[in-house]
C-alpha cells in the first residue's frame, strides 16, 4: 500500500542510512554517492514521494517521481525496497506505472544494469509497447567492475474518438455505410481536429487515489494542525479535479 512519505520519514532515512557503500546504493543512485530522499512535509504538486508498507502498515519501501503537468510526462523515479524479495513492493510499484501509464503521455525512469528490478522492468515495457536504451558501460562499481545505463519509455499514442469521427465525416456507423464509404479520402487535418480520447474512469481512479492518501494522512497526523490543514486543502483540490474530470473538462 502507499501512503504520504512523511508520515515514515525518519524510518525511511535510516533504513537507506543502512545501505551505504553498498551495491543496493549504487543501484539507486547510478554513481558512487550515498543518498538519502529530500522528504517534505507538503509536496508540491508535481512531486509524489509515497512509503510503501504491508497490510500491517510495515514499511517495506520508499517510491518517488516527478511529473511535468505540462507535456503530461512522469520522470526522475526513485524506487528502494528495505525487504528484498517482498512481492508486495513489486505490486504497489507496477500498479502506480500502469495508473500513470494510463493517464500521463509519457513515462520514463531509468536503471543500472544488473538491477534485479530491471526484468520486471523488462516485462512492463514490452506489454506496453515501450523502448528500452541501453548506454553501454557508464557505470561503474566500487569493485571496478562497469554496468550500463538504461533507459525505459513508454509513450502514449495519441487516442481519438472513432465513433466521432464517422459522424464528422458525415455518414453513419453501418456496415452498408462502410461499404459505400469505401473510398472516402481523411486527411491529416481531419485527424488534427479531433479532440483526444481519454478513459475517464482511470482518470478518476487515479484522482481518488491520491485523494484518499490525504485523507489518510489527516488521520494519522492528526495531532498537527498545520499539516491537518494542508492535508485538507490537498483533499478539496483533489475533490475539485475530479469534479471537472467527469464534467468533461469543465470547471464546475
Not at 525511511?12 to 543496493?24: A, C, E, N, R, V
Not at 506496453?128 to 571496478?144: Q, T
Not at 492528526?222 to 490537498?234: G, P, Q, W
Amino acid at each position: 500500500m502507499l501512503v504520504p512519505a512523511i508520515l515514515y520519514k525518519d524510518e525511511i532515512i535510516k533504513g537507506m542510512q543502512k545501505y551505504f557503500y553498498t551495491d543496493d546504493m549504487m543501484f539507486e543512485t547510478g554513481c558512487m554517492d550515498n543518498w538519502t530522499p529530500n522528504i517534505t512535509e507538503c509536496p508540491e504538486g508535481s512531486q509524489f514521494q509515497y512509503a510503501i508498507v504491508d497490510n500491517n502498515e510495515k514499511l517495506i519501501g520508499y517510491l518517488a517521481y516527478a511529473v511535468d503537468w505540462y507535456t503530461s510526462k512522469a520522470y526522475n523515479f526513485g524506487l528502494f525496497s528495505f525487504d528484498r524479495g517482498n512481492p508486495l513492493v513489486g505490486r504497489d510499484v507496477f500498479n502506480k506505472l500502469e495508473e500513470l501509464v494510463s493517464t500521463l503521455h509519457r513515462v520514463e525512469w531509468r536503471a543500472v544494469g544488473g538491477n534485479p528490478a530491471c526484468r520486471g522492468y523488462d516485462n512492463f515495457i514490452k506489454r506496453h509497447n515501450g523502448n528500452k536504451h541501453i548506454l553501454k558501460d557508464c557505470i561503474k562499481d566500487r569493485k571496478g567492475d562497469y554496468h550500463d545505463d538504461i533507459i525505459y519509455e513508454i509513450v502514449k499514442r495519441r487516442v481519438i474518438d472513432a465513433d466521432l469521427l464517422i459522424e464528422r465525416m458525415g455518414f453513419y456507423n453501418t456496415q452498408q455505410e462502410r461499404e459505400e464509404n469505401a473510398g472516402q479520402i481523411i486527411t491529416l487535418e481531419d485527424f488534427d481536429n479531433m479532440p483526444t480520447a481519454y478513459d475517464v474512469n482511470k482518470v478518476v481512479e487515479q484522482l481518488e487515489t491520491a485523494r484518499n492518501g490525504y485523507s489518510t494522512a489527516q488521520l494519522m497526523t492528526a495531532t498537527n494542525d498545520e499539516l491537518v490543514k494542508r492535508f485538507i486543502a490537498k483533499e478539496k483540490a483533489m475533490n475539485l479535479a475530479i469534479k471537472i474530470v467527469k464534467a468533461g473538462g469543465k470547471e464546475c
